[in-house]
């Protein structure tokens, strides 16, 4: 798929479940920097797809919903999501008020910090 197009989907996704355009931007433009958006990329030793997801969190994107191998883009949207939404990491992302706020907490959350690092 061509990035314009998914950027478009990720973009359809996060409005749809109701993060506001700077955070669906920020998380966008992270997961360009771990993927190059692309929903299948392979990072080498344990990281994959959109997000770079690697150990625990990619065995947990896979289990999620009994998936073996690249799962579609859309499953791996819900799983941010959810995880943006339960990981305490990733709290500072959601109380965020601009795209550079959000972009900081989603990169400080990609890199193993919290919202008080």
């Known amino acids: 798929m061509a990035e314009a197009a998914v950027r478009a989907v990720m973009l359809t996704f996060f409005l749809s479940h109701g993060y506001p355009e700077f955070q669906a931007r920020a998380f966008i433009d992270s997961a360009k920097i771990e993927s ?7 990072g080498g ?8 997801w690697v150990g625990p969190r990619r065995r947990r994107l896979e289990e999620a919903w009994g998936w073996s191998g690249c799962p579609p883009i859309w499953l791996q949207l819900e799983f941010a999501s959810m995880e943006l939404r339960a990981t305490p990491a990733y709290s500072c992302f959601l109380n965020t008020k601009n795209y550079a706020q959000a972009f900081r907490a989603i990169r400080r959350g990609f890199e193993g910090g919290s919202c008080g690092r």
């Open 36 to 42: 190059g958006l692309d929903a299948c990329a392979n």
């Open 45 to 52: 030793a344990d990281g994959m797809y959109l997000a770079q």
